[in-house]
């Protein structure tokens, strides 16, 4: 009974064994989609590009071949295939090429080594077109924020190079230039009046080489030194009141008076840094107009004196028609 068993237990692993190999080396067919990337390695020196307006970018691939095969087979279409110029079925002679997709896909070692046949693509073809990568020269200009379009801005180079296309750079009729945009964000905390190095900013292309594709900027990025201009404002006071300075001990020796004409200064138009300028105007800082009166001039009981502002340098600047105060000086008993 045993025997029996035992025997049985081998014919059925045998008949199984036999089926999933029979499974495996039967011939089956499948379609799958493939993701087709067009690109040309620097070193080639050669440029590559979708000519045929209707192309999607992917293919439908039937296949035929073991389930085993196929199966191997199964990662191949979960990334983007690579084509490039000089690989087998795609030319690298300038012009237009009608390229046959199965043609190409056969010729992958993935393919070719699997087992497993292409036999057809939907769309059958493409239309490419393939050049030479030349070198010019490109200006740089800088486009400022348009919060500070009068900043001062010196980028690192005045000129970069440029790989493009051969019949794209004969097409154009205008002088090659890139742009580096100023972020704003990269200009905040700026002390203005002072050199700010921003660092690593991208180049764009501009007009007419924005529209040429596979055109490469070398470098990439600079750097560009931004200097904030100080903005300036002024605002016209009414009237500024003004103040008589005596040292303490004067203070009890002599008695000052000014007349109530020359006790205000009228149209005082200051001028400056405009958050400074704004402060004023929003009342924040308050402006006064001072007589400082020495010995000297307590002695002498002068009659008049040039009213100031500030005795220290400033940004600030104040202008009055007349700022020359009447005093009246005399001694006290």
Do not use: Y
Not at 225 to 230: A, D, K, P
């Amino acid at each position: 009974m045993k025997q029996h068993l035992r025997t049985a237990a081998i014919v059925t692993l045998v008949a199984a064994m036999i089926w999933v190999f029979a499974e495996g080396a039967s011939l089956q067919r499948r379609t799958r989609r493939a993701e087709l990337v067009w690109v040309a390695m620097p070193a080639s020196g050669r440029s590559v590009r979708v000519a045929d307006p209707d192309w999607t970018g992917s293919v439908d691939v039937v296949l035929d071949g073991s389930a085993a095969a196929l199966d191997r087979l199964e990662s191949l279409w979960l990334e983007p295939v690579l084509v490039e110029p000089g690989q087998e079925g795609v030319p690298t002679a300038p012009g237009e090429h009608v390229i046959d997709l199965r043609e190409v896909l056969r010729a992958r070692p993935e393919l070719r080594d699997s087992g497993a046949s292409v036999v057809r693509c939907d769309p059958p073809t493409v239309r490419i077109e393939t050049d030479e990568m030349v070198e010019a020269t490109a200006g740089v200009v800088v486009e400022l924020p348009e919060t500070e379009p009068d900043a001062e801005a010196i980028p690192s180079v005045e000129s970069v190079v440029v790989r493009l296309p051969r019949r794209r750079l004969e097409a154009l009729d205008a002088p090659m230039q890139v742009v580096a945009r100023i972020d704003p964000a990269a200009l905040r905390g700026a002390v203005r009046g002072r050199p700010e190095n921003v660092r690593r900013v991208r180049l764009d292309p501009l007009a007419p080489l924005s529209g040429v594709e596979g055109a490469v900027i070398e470098p990439a990025r600079i750097d560009v030194s931004v200097t904030l201009r100080t903005r300036t404002a002024s605002v016209v006071l009414a009237t500024v009141p003004v103040v008589v300075e005596l040292s303490p001990l004067d203070q009890a020796r002599w008695n000052v008076s000014i007349p109530p004409e020359d006790q205000v200064l009228r149209n005082v138009r200051v001028s400056g840094p405009a958050d400074l300028v704004g402060a004023i105007e929003r009342g924040e800082t308050r402006v006064s107009a001072f007589v400082p009166l020495s010995f000297e001039d307590l002695e002498g009981a002068v009659t008049s004196k040039r009213a100031e502002f500030t005795r220290l340098p400033s940004s600030l600047t104040f202008e009055v028609e007349d700022r020359v105060v009447t005093l009246t000086i005399t001694a006290r008993e």
